[in-house]
């Protein structure tokens, strides 16, 4: 059996590195391939995880749209199917790039594996265009690797077989497991802030730049300052958040703006946060483990168990509705409560589950 594991962006390689390194212990055959949609932050996760592309289609180039990432992965997905037989394509979550590949794998005949499938916000435009890509990819795949049974539970009404469908765990607690093994999370995070006595801020979503993300950062920095408790808040690279997070926070005392962390310092200011405000996905799918509440600057989720499980709350974009989130949030107490999303041995399950299918 021959295995291709696709990744384009950070997000996806932190969730499919624990997946390939899984593969190589138990001797399967697997490519990993690198659409290169991300190309600095990609980069900068392979030393994380010791791990290396063995195909990189290296498709960035500035100002890309959509359009330009979907054109080039399709043709290159193309090629390379052509060169390559395998047997599965695993795709993550709802990029570009792992629509693209699955609908390209699709069309040659190859099977799709789905790794994290059967989210849904229920808007289209909610997140853009991830909700697309995820109910597209969903459609082609031979296998849907349903994080939760709540996820399973939603592909089952939208009528998908249930023999098409396995609950694994999210990868990402797996990918957690890894940094926590190798890594001194504390150590780190002291060399960023000394204390813990701060919040952990990230954003990014499309939807969000504008006037939305104004009204989620001026709750922010009210918060901070009324409470003196700190914003630590990695500012994403794209200039456009740049120019909002800077034009709002900038000149607040209580915030520290930084420059892109990696994923385990990340990881640092996570678990040594008091609280995480966030319109990640990702996120809201790790503060879990170390017991963090988070509130979810979005208008929608598509991890409802998050909030069911008591973790978080689903805080809008509006000013006074995020304020009276975090105000939850600092309140919050974990007691015996387990995180939602998986106990480290998805990636496990899913190669097992495509070695049955492949007997």
Known sequence: MRIGIVFGTRPEIIKVAPVYLKAKEMSLDADFICTGQHREMVDM??????????????????????????????KGFEELLKERKYDWILVQGDTTTAMAAALASFNRGVKVGHIEAGLRSGDLYDPFPEEMNRRVIDQVSEKMFAPTQKSKETLLREGFDESRIVVTGNTVIDAQMYVMNHFDLDGIRKKIIDHENYFLVTLHRRENIGQRMRNILSALRKFSEREGIEIVFPVHKNPKVREVVYDVLEGCKTAHLLEPVDYVELTALLKGARFVATDSGGIQEEAPTFGKFVAVCRETTERPELIESGFGVLAGTQEESVLDALYKAVDFEPHDLRNPFGDGKASERILKSLMEENR
Do not use: E, P, R
């Open 45 to 74: 996760m392979k030393g994380i995880f010791g791990v290396d592309s063995d195909i990189d289609m290296n498709i960035m180039t500035a100002n890309q749209t959509l359009n330009d990432v979907m054109y080039k992965v399709v």
